[in-house]
DNA sequence: GACGAAAGCTTCGCTGGCGAAATACCTTTC
DNA sequence: GAAAGGTATTTCGCCAGCGAAGCTTTCGTC
């Protein structure tokens, strides 16, 4: 059976030079990431969260029970802008799910930490997250998707390390 | 050797209930889509271009010599709402590089077709994505890609036809 | 100990995308 | 043959993210 991106490759195989692989696993990887995030948006409005908070306070939440990290540390691991992070956590701290502390050592940075409520929420949220997420990864087989990991991680390693094989 | 995505799940192993797999396979997904997004952007300044530009020229251009298709198509295809497509038409038909045509047989729709210079842009461009492309599922051996692309069809597969097994 | 460079975060202006409403056209029904 | 309903596209108001500029605080150096 066809997916979209097998018709969109027969589409024009031959009408022009490219790597039929390579296109083939960009386009898939962009589709599903799409479709993640507008399945993820429409289930998490349960919690009135949206994909962009839900991510954030995962990570933050990640950091265990304080939940502290900078706005920096947190750009940088998401792969937004430190601009963009501001707004994200504007978004956040106006909710009551974020906290913003001033650090005193260094008082230009700023630690960032879940509120008990945002843990809350975000407990909440990560089952429906979860269920999105099951219902697309579910099809493989956990073998199958201890592969695709691992295939990922050696692109992820690749793009995280520039410099090196 | 770790990437971010390890050091991120390590970090919360046992604090909260969630699939590591299929966590791991999501959130490296996602980077890898947004690094692709980032590259791309920054390589394709080299002819003026976008990435959703390209995205939208290279749709268009599989369709073949004439490379027709109406809006609401590319926006099925491209996963952009129709409202999306429209803008990107806007912009793509201002710069030249794409024409709107009224259909005559049904006044209602659009048929939208490269100009010849859009045409030239993308054959372009078309080496520019490649390189960064490349760059980064190159890593990956013939092999092993034939590999990932199938796993990751069979996930398109399942959200493309949501109702089948 | 003072001054210039750098670090950390925010503000500002702009852009692409979304959903909902509006518009234009076609088709079916009575 | 006029009204009702459906379809294709655009317009409108809004939002998250980006890059660049700005502010405050700290560090390094002489």
Redesign the pocket.
């Given at each position: 059976m066809d997916d979209s991106v097998d018709r969109h490759i027969a589409r024009w195989r031959g009408k022009a030079p490219f790597d039929e692989r390579v296109e083939a696993i960009v386009t898939r990887m962009q589709f599903l990431v799409k479709h993640l995030a507008?399945a993820k948006d429409s289930a998490l409005a349960a919690v009135g969260l949206?994909d962009?908070e839900y991510e954030t306070l995962h990570w933050l939440g990640a950091r265990g029970e304080g939940g502290r990290a900078?706005?920096?540390?947190l750009?940088a691991e998401l792969?937004?802008?430190?601009?963009?992070?501001?707004?994200?956590?504007?978004?956040l701290e106006k909710a009551g799910l974020v906290r913003?502390v001033r650090s005193t050592?260094?008082?230009?940075?700023?630690?960032v930490e879940l509120t008990s409520e945002g843990r809350a929420i975000w407990l909440k949220a990560m089952d429906l997250r979860g269920e999105v997420e099951d219902a697309m990864v579910g099809v493989l087989g956990p073998d199958d998707q201890d592969v695709l990991a691992a295939l990922l991680k050696r692109m992820l390693l690749r793009v995280e390390n520039p410099g090196q094989a």
């Open positions: 507008q949206q962009f900078t706005p920096s540390e750009a792969r937004v802008s430190p601009a963009g992070m501001t707004g994200r956590l504007d978004t913003r050592e260094d008082r230009r940075r700023v630690d």
